[in-house]
């Protein structure tokens, strides 16, 4: 007779016990970046409520600034770096193909045991890592450290109008670890690869192998297309998350939406119905869009001002690049 595999025995429920973030120094406002490209501060700022962003110095590395993050995340959970034993990284602008940048977060924050491995989904690769780790600590156990990390700058052309005042550097992270009580819902997640052209790097790395001379390539996108899908589509994404967590709008405390545009998240409120006393995050006015790390960094900004608490019901939703998206109902740390 086959002997029988053994399964692993996890959690009941997960929740998110702590958050941290990183902003690098240097903080660039819109007049510095029309150095760069034909603009104003204030076209930059009633099209996409922009004032200022971060722009990482060279010794602020991915793994850098991810360790800032992840090491107050693992603190604000009550937990030692010898707990987590896993680390997810969602990025896009590690530019090693190989070895995955987690390998070197575990490593610098001294989670010797942990797993670690990076995913890329674009803007919305942080809420994947939060599925992933959720449903890993439902298998398995365990404490599962996400940390979202972006040095947009590597991969931005200065003189490109579509992108050049739209992005930003920094990391935030989460540790994710078993409850007593449910504290992250469903996942709504999915992709529109038809439309895989609207972000987009001009050119794979293989290009610089065959013509040395050509320019590194740069991320572009096709603002409206991406305008128009954000507004449209994932409104409907919000609602069918709280539609699988049981909850409508106006359970919900915070929102917090990849920050990709004010006016976008605006639209987006507006389409899902949300009461005006739920709390909307707005970390792009000062800090821009960071891709994969700006939605722990906006969570971790609206705890630390007053304006969430503890205990909150959120409603993250990332997107971007793919196109992808996901979205879930989690309680705030
Ligand atoms: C990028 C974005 C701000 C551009 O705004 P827009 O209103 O769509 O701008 P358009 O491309 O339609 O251009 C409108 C006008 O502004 C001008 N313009 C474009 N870029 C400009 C810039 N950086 N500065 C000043 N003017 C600019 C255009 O030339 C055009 O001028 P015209 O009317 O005289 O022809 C907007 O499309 C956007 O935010 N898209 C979503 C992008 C996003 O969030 N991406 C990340 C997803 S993860």
């Not at 692993?8 to 240097?26: E, K, M, N, Q």
């Not at 029309?34 to 009633?46: A, F, G, L, P, V």
């Not at 969430?308 to 998206?325: K, V």
Request: glycine share 10%; net charge negative.
């Amino acid at each position: 007779m086959k002997a029988e595999i053994a399964v692993p025995d996890g959690a009941r429920h997960t929740r998110i016990l702590g958050v941290g973030a990183y902003r690098p120094r240097s903080v660039v406002d819109n007049h510095e970046v029309c150095r760069y490209i034909d603009s104003s501060d204030e076209w930059i700022r009633s099209r996409t409520g922009i004032v200022t962003r971060r722009w990482a110095g060279p010794d602020e590395t991915l793994g850098v600034m991810a360790e800032h993050a992840a090491s107050k995340a693992i603190a604000a959970a009550g937990l030692t770096p010898d707990r987590i034993t896993c680390v997810i990284a969602a990025t896009f602008t590690h530019l090693m193909q190989t070895p995955a940048i987690a390998t070197e977060i575990a490593h610098r924050i001294g989670a010797t045991e942990a797993a670690a491995f990076d995913i890329t989904a674009g803007c919305a690769g942080f809420v994947h890592g939060v599925v992933l780790a959720s449903d890993a600590v439902r298998a398995r156990g365990g404490h599962v450290l996400v940390v979202g990390v972006e040095r947009m700058t590597d991969l931005l052309d200065l003189s490109d109008r579509s992108t050049a005042f739209i992005f930003g550097d920094g990391a935030g992270a989460v540790v994710i670890g078993p409850s007593d009580t449910p504290g992250i819902g469903p996942a709504v997640w999915g992709a529109d690869g038809s439309q895989a052209d609207a972000i987009e790097q001009t050119a794979p790395w293989d290009v610089l192998k065959d013509d040395p001379t050509h320019k590194f390539p740069a991320l572009r996108q096709d603002g409206q297309r991406v305008f128009r899908w954000a507004v449209y589509e994932m409104a409907k994404v919000a609602k069918e998350a709280l539609d699988v967590a049981g909850i409508g709008p106006a359970d919900l405390d915070t929102f917090i939406p990849h920050q990709a545009n004010e006016r976008i998240i605006d639209s987006m409120a507006k389409s899902i119905g949300l009461p005006p006393d739920v709390t909307v995050a707005k970390d792009i006015v000062t800090n821009g869009n960071t891709s994969g790390a700006s939605i722990p960094q906006a969570m971790e900004a609206v705890l630390a001002s007053g304006a969430a608490h503890s205990g909150d019901t959120a409603l993250l939703l990332g997107y971007g690049s793919g196109l992808s998206y996901a979205a879930v109902v989690a309680t705030l740390p």
